[in-house]
């Protein structure tokens, strides 16, 4: 009995409006379609939501409402007092992040976030922004965030490397993070599909194992839209509050 | 009858509120406990589990180009690891601490008395 397993194969981008500019490849891919459809899904959700502004909101209200509380609150408790300028990009971040993870759950669809060149994209605008708004709010002064105090000098000469370091560390773990738990989840989902579709009647163990894993990746696509969020709102504190 | 809704079911509603919120915001001691515990103990897990690796493999990788570069090989790739190890360490200390992933961050008072 063959096995044929392609796991990795939903991972594969395929042009679909092919688009050659003076030797640069822009076609239009499936990837690039579900960015679309997940910026569609969010502008019609919170278009449509908001649109009556009930006293009393309906379901379709209520989620936009709800998704606009969580993230104030969580802009508000991470990042402190003064970063309520930077709350649309959170919650965009936020809101296609999590649209991205939940609709890659959908037979058929395609993962956007499984592509680490979207997560990189993703995380160095956030790592590049932050530093921006540290240089612009605090100058040279914001070096300092590298300097602990009260240290002495020869220790300086060790830590301040090491400091630098996990600084720039930062768009590394915050893409890598979150593109390895979407590998990950959709390789295994696809494994254990696979699994289901050579051994027969015994398929029901994979079967079930596989709507266990579907339960666990809806958990983990929502959390890891949190913790990208979460994160930008902590690295953005220290930018504006420098200690 | 008219659309509107009789305003003391407005001043009711808003007493509701008023009541509700104030009660949460005694349940809040501190603005970091402000999610809920089960939330963040998760988003916790999920977050540092990954913040070693990277580190580790990011100063790795860094020393390799280093010593590509300035044809330094081994030493940069050497001394850069360990700096990753020791960064890495320190991110999933601050994690777990409650410092965020905060570079160089110190909470006023208790944590700035021990640093020194």
Same mark, same amino acid.
């Given at each position: 009995m063959a096995l044929e397993l392609h796991p990795l194969e939903q991972f594969k981008i395929e042009p679909l409006i092919p688009i050659h500019l003076g030797g640069l490849d822009l076609s239009y891919t499936n990837s690039a379609l579900f960015m679309t459809i997940a910026v569609l899904l969010i502008t019609a959700l919170l278009v449509m939501g908001t649109r009556?502004?009930?006293?009393?909101?309906?379901r379709w209200q209520s989620i936009a409402e709800m998704s606009y509380e969580f993230v104030t609150d969580m802009v508000e408790t991470? +990042?402190?007092?003064? +970063?309520e300028p930077y709350f649309p990009f959170v919650f965009t971040l936020f809101m296609f992040v999590l649209f991205s993870n939940l609709l890659g759950?959908?037979? =058929?669809? =395609?993962?956007?976030?499984?592509q680490i060149i979207v997560t990189f994209a993703l995380a160095a605008t956030v790592f590049i922004g932050v530093t921006i708004i540290g240089f612009a709010k605090h100058? +040279?002064?914001?070096?300092?965030?590298f300097v602990p105090e009260g240290v002495p000098f020869i220790l300086l000469l060790l830590l301040v490397p090491i400091e630098l370091l996990s600084y720039f560390i930062r768009p590394f773990t915050l893409s890598i993070r979150l593109f390895a738990n979407m590998l990950a989840g959709h390789t295994m989902l696809a494994i254990f599909g696979g699994f289901a579709a050579s051994v027969g009647l015994l398929a029901i163990l994979p079967v079930a194992l596989d709507v266990a894993i579907l339960a666990l990746e809806v958990l983990v696509a929502a959390l890891q839209a949190y913790v990208f969020a979460i994160l930008t709102c902590l690295y953005l504190r220290d930018a504006l509050h420098l200690h | 009858m008219s659309d509107e809704r009789p305003p003391d079911e407005l001043a009711r509603l808003a007493r509701r509120l008023d009541q509700a919120q104030s009660s949460r915001r005694r349940e809040e001691?501190?603005?970091?406990?402000?999610?809920?515990g089960e939330q963040q103990a998760l988003g916790l897990g999920f977050r540092i589990g990954i913040e070693f690796v990277v580190a580790i493999l990011v100063a790795t990788g860094l020393g390799w180009a280093f010593d590509r570069v300035l044809?330094?090989?081994?030493f940069a790739t050497i001394v850069l690891f360990f700096l990753g190890v020791a960064a890495g360490m320190l991110n999933v200390y601050r994690a777990i601490t409650g410092?965020?992933?905060?570079?160089?961050f110190r909470r006023p008072g208790r944590e700035a008395g021990r640093k020194h």
């Open positions: 009556r502004g009930a006293l009393v909101p309906g991470n +990042a402190g007092h003064g +970063a759950l959908i037979p =058929y669809s =395609y993962t956007v976030t499984s100058g +040279a002064h914001f070096l300092r965030l | 001691p501190g603005p970091r406990q402000a999610d809920s044809g330094t090989r081994p410092q965020g992933a905060a570079v160089g």
